[in-house]
């Protein structure tokens, strides 16, 4: 069992930074695939970037060169630095951690608010 728990969220303003962190319990958290994903009100939820066990990233196309994902094993913990932050930003944002090389995220953190003010 995996537990997940954001922060980092908050309020920016429209070119501004923040930096979600996902701390997750358990032992194992260096062989789990750890992925961020945002819901904004009246809209789907959708993936933003994935930090893979094995070390491989991606990113969805429209954080592509704004937003980094990376991961501190050591510390159980995930990150998304967010730059360059735009008002279709906002959403809610999620963690969420999946077995290597499945394809299904089991894991979901409670999720943290970030709004980008124009």
């Known amino acids: 069992q995996v537990q997940l728990v954001e922060s980092g969220g908050g309020l920016v303003q429209a070119g501004g930074s923040l930096r979600l962190s996902c701390a997750a319990s358990?032992?194992?958290?260096?062989?789990?695939?750890m992925g961020w994903f945002r819901q904004a009100p009246g809209k789907e939820r959708e993936f933003v970037a994935v930090s893979w066990s094995g070390g491989t990233i991606y990113y969805s196309d429209f954080v592509k060169g704004r937003f980094t994902i990376s991961r501190d094993n050591a510390k159980n913990t995930v990150y998304l630095q967010m730059n360059s932050l735009k008002p279709e930003d906002t959403a809610v944002y999620y963690c969420a951690a999946k077995k290597e090389a499945t394809t299904t995220y089991n894991y979901w953190g409670q999720g943290t608010q970030v709004t980008v003010s124009s």
């Open positions: 358990g032992r194992t958290f260096s062989s789990y695939d």
